[in-house]
């Protein structure tokens, strides 16, 4: 199959509205939980989900945290401004980014963009019962989104004990960017459910839905049962909602997604034959991308963390590894990171991926998937029908047909190719 010729319309279902679940279910875990097992599908609620997992396997989740991302100014015109945090420019690292405590910048979507071609835009907040000033100032413009500087001060020069962080700032000014098809405003509810109850890393302006469901209760079950957790961190951009709008696929181009993973989290897959259960699809990408990685390693020992980048068509092709013709096993790819970190005397690898999976690619890590129900003709529906391959219909016609919800809030299900 030449997967760039893949016509989105191929993966297209009806999805009625009010099969979208607009707000989780008041217990995470007794959603339910589809069962896809070598063809077979099934159903059970979720918090029995270990007792289908193999004892002594290893599962993997991403444990990002979702930030307060969309921020909406006033201007003294009356009109509304929202600004969108994506990614962060400087200083381009997320943790130092959150800790800054004067001024950053941002690349950033803008809404109502028309109603502000210049000047700076100002908003007041409160931290520790002081009151600062923000402003943003729009610098230029970055592809599809816009560079944008940010301040903060005290109000008037007060004396104030200590200047807060970006992290503090946008908790007292942003809002919580839930997905635009569930068609609500955000509540407060939604800082706690939309997020993981394992979410540790400030990044991401998207939950990785597929761990909505887990509870402690679920992971201390699957701890009883013998099965092992990693975990890693992909921080979700804004464009995992991004339409596929051309025809074929090969027009596409997918979003960069920024990646953290621990030296000993690779060993942990190395010691598991690099096989895995992933919980989600950023962590599926995450674990493929990998692979990849270790290909350019092997190939070119002195590659800096930008070089490690996986693009987007690199598994298709044969003088990167992939399309099946890829000659390195993918433990020794791993092991080929690890030396890496060896070299450079650093504990955790920082790098970026655009990977796509579509129908075609040939999944090297990941042998069990837990993932929600995703959207007509999306990416993500793509890399599902080429876990199962290309059985996905199966899977949401018995979705559909048995009252399961779906998207973001919805249920969950357990892939077995």
Known sequence: MNTKEIHISDYNYALPDERIAKFPLKERDHSKLLIYRHGEVGEDVFFHLPDYLPKGSLMVFNNTKVIQARMHFRKETGALIEVFLLEPAEPSDYELMFQTTCSCSWYCMVGNLKKWKE?????????????????????????????????WMPLNGSSVNRQPSFAEVIDAVGELPIPPYLNRETQESDKTTYQTVYSKIKGSVAAPTAGLHFTERV???????????????????????????????????MHTEYVSVKRSTLERLI?????????????????????YMGVKLAANPDLTEEELHVN????????????????????????????????????TLHSSTQIIIAPGYDYKIVKMLV???????????????????????????????????????????????
């Open 119 to 151: 000047g700076t835009l100002k908003r007041e907040f409160v931290v520790d019962d002081a009151t600062f000033v923000m402003t943003a100032t729009r610098k230029a413009e970055h592809g599809t989104s816009h560079l944008v500087e940010f301040q």
């Open 219 to 253: 992971l201390q079950a699957i701890d009883k049962c013998g099965i092992e957790r990693e975990e890693l961190t992909l921080h979700v951009g804004a464009g995992t909602f991004k339409p596929v709008k051309s025809e074929q696929i090969a027009d596409h181009e």
């Open 271 to 291: 010691a598991h034959d690099a096989q895995a259960i992933a919980v989600g699809t950023t962590s599926v990408r995450t674990l493929e991308s990998l692979y």
């Open 312 to 347: 987007q068509w690199e598994p298709y092709e044969k003088e990167s590894g992939g399309a099946n013709g890829g000659v390195l096993s993918p433990v020794d790819a791993l092991r080929q990171i690890v030396a890496w970190l060896d070299r450079h005397e650093i504990n």
């Open 371 to 417: 993932t929600n129900f995703h959207q007509p003709q999306s990416t993500l529906l793509l890399l599902v029908s080429a876990f199962v391959k290309g059985d996905w219909h199966v899977i949401y016609d018995y979705a559909l047909a048995h009252e399961f919800r779906f998207l973001s809030y919805g249920d969950s299900s357990l892939l077995i190719p």
